[in-house]
């Protein structure tokens, strides 16, 4: 039983569409449905993405509790280290220093504590979601905890939940910061990058247009306005605002820096077709690997693009099916079957062999 969270009568009722928040009777949910109402619909969409993660049997042992569990980590422990209840794994994050809602560290919810790698898959979400859950009642950390869900929610597919977190994040932090600040900046790049997402291009232009132009925000902003610009068929400005991205990465971050990898594969998915597109791909897969490893999330979205890129080719058609068949698997160990990651593996490799 839980307490109604409206007169703290204990009940066993809970909202049937979220079945996240306790009310005793329909009056408590009828007076809280103003407040409840957004958060119902998020509440709805997390527990529609897990529902694609539930065990089948058990796998491993937690390394918490030292007991049976089939929920991994998708990150990349190896044998039965990754293994974990999602319950161990919040308390863990609880107890860690600067966990959220006591610090603004994040990643003592979002970080494996054994291989320092994010989390993937339904319990990098659910994790995420508890984070939210447990910050809500104080603004500003609720809006850090709201922009780390909103982007776990769309990489899922959920992009109107994801569209409304990221807009109210970003109007808490330029109300509490200002509009300069550079984690509002840091808001505006992730609400624009969720609108191309969506397909609203020209709305995530006008934003990236006022971003900063100096620092990582900077560099960030314009690898993401570059993507946008070629979504829209503007791949003359793209490739300059890609090179411009790449240089700056290169120069004050380095060349195994995540932003140089990434401007790096941005600018090679403008320039393809081409052979300095290849030698662009081939030499940013090589360094994600080499930096990251072959199974972490963005090595396999680097493989992914330019698997596509050279299957585009007649000549490299067999090459590209074959590192998307390497990345498809790897994807299915890493975020699991269902993942919409790996299901757009799926579709892309069915897709390929069959034309």
Same mark, same amino acid.
């Given at each position: 039983? &839980? ?34 109402? %957004? ?8 527990? #529609? ?16 509790? $030292? ?7 998708? =990150? ?15 308390? @863990? ?6 966990? $959220?809602?006591?610090?603004? !560290?994040?990643?003592?919810?979002? @970080? =494996?504590?054994? =291989?320092?790698?994010?989390? *993937? ?12 859950? %447990? ?5 500003? &950390? ?23 977190? /990221? ?16 984690? +509002?900046?840091?808001? +505006? ?6 609108? *191309? ?23 960030? *902003? ?17 490739? &300059? ?7 700056? /990465? ?25 052979? %300095? ?5 081939? !030499? ?8 990251? #490893? ?14 596509? /890129? ?5 000549? #490299?058609?067999?090459? #590209?099916?074959?590192?998307?068949? !390497?990345?498809?698997?790897? /994807? ?9 990651? +790996?299901? !757009? ?11």
């Amino acid at each position: 039983m &839980k307490a109604c969270v409206v007169c703290g009568a204990m009940t066993r009722k809970r909202c049937g569409r979220c079945s996240a928040w306790s009310f005793c009777s329909i009056e408590c949910q009828k007076a809280e449905w103003p407040r409840h109402k %957004e958060a119902c619909r998020i509440e709805a969409a997390i527990a #529609g993405c897990l529902r694609r993660f539930e065990p089948k049997r058990s796998m491993g042992q937690c390394w918490v509790c $030292l007991e049976e569990t089939s929920s991994h980590g998708g =990150c990349s422990c190896r044998g039965d280290a990754g293994w974990v209840h999602v319950a161990c794994a919040t308390r @863990v994050a609880r107890t860690s220093p600067g966990a $959220l809602p006591g610090g603004m !560290d994040s990643e003592a919810w979002l @970080v =494996c504590k054994t =291989c320092k790698q994010l989390y *993937a898959g339904g319990l990098e979400l659910a994790l995420c979601a508890q984070m939210w859950r %447990e910050c809500c009642g104080d603004e500003v &950390k609720e809006a850090y905890a709201s922009a780390s869900l909103a982007a776990r929610l769309r990489s899922h597919g959920c992009l109107r939940e994801a569209l409304g977190l /990221s807009r109210k994040s970003r109007q808490v932090f330029s109300r509490t910061f200002g509009a300069n600040h550079e984690r +509002t900046h840091m808001a +505006t790049v992730a609400l624009a990058s969720l609108l *191309a997402g969506a397909g609203n291009a020209r709305e995530a232009c006008a934003l990236y247009r006022g971003a900063p132009v100096g620092g990582i925000p900077g560099i960030e *902003a314009r690898i993401q306005y570059a993507d946008c610009l070629r979504t829209l068929g503007e791949t003359i400005e793209a490739e &300059k605002v890609g090179r411009e991205a790449l240089g700056e /990465s290169e120069r004050c971050l380095g060349q195994d820096h995540d932003l140089t990898l990434a401007a790096e594969s941005s600018l090679a998915a403008t320039l393809a077709p081409s052979e %300095e597109s290849e030698a662009l791909f081939e !030499d940013a897969l090589a360094r994600r690997r080499r930096v990251f #490893g072959p199974d972490h999330q963005e090595t396999l979205a680097v493989a992914r693009n330019f698997a596509t /890129s050279l299957a585009t080719a007649a000549a #490299g058609k067999g090459r #590209g099916i074959a590192l998307l068949r !390497d990345t498809y698997r790897r /994807s299915q160990r890493t975020h699991g079957a269902n993942h919409p990651r +790996t299901l !757009d593996l799926a579709a892309v490799l069915a897709r390929l062999e069959i034309s």
